[in-house]
């Protein structure tokens, strides 16, 4: 079974930084594509970053591009997500994903973490 556990939200001021961990198990970590994904309030979920563990190719979302960054710790089976310059904007529940293939990334296909809450206050 695969599983997922998402962890690092909490409050933090606009301009400030956050790190978001994904601790997987019951994937070939080195062999996977993991995913972040937020949903605010009122909105639909949005995919915002993704990485390919075997080759650490990257994807970002144009809303954090240059702002975040998504980085795997293989020997720990743990994807990051570095937040920096939060805006309010960046207020959501932050959710992590992972798939066989990063075409399964969102779908069915895929498995989901419980969400950790990211508050920003301007």
């Known amino acids: 079974e695969v599983q997922l556990q998402a962890s690092g939200g909490g409050l933090v001021q606009a301009g400030g930084s956050l790190r978001l961990s994904c601790a997987v198990s019951?994937?070939?970590?080195?062999?996977?594509?993991i995913a972040w994904f937020r949903q605010a309030p009122g909105k639909e979920r949005e995919g915002i970053a993704c990485?390919?563990?075997?080759?650490?190719?990257?994807v970002y979302s144009d809303s954090v591009k240059g702002r975040f960054t998504i980085a795997s710790d293989n020997a720990k089976n743990t994807v990051y997500l570095q937040m920096s310059n939060l805006k309010p904007e960046d207020t959501a529940v932050y959710y992590c994903n992972a798939a066989t293939s990063w075409k399964f990334l969102g779908s069915s296909r895929s498995s989901w973490g419980q969400g950790t809450q990211v508050t920003v206050s301007s």
């Open positions: 990485i390919v563990s075997d080759n650490d190719d990257t």
């Open positions: 019951g994937l070939t970590f080195g062999n996977s594509a």
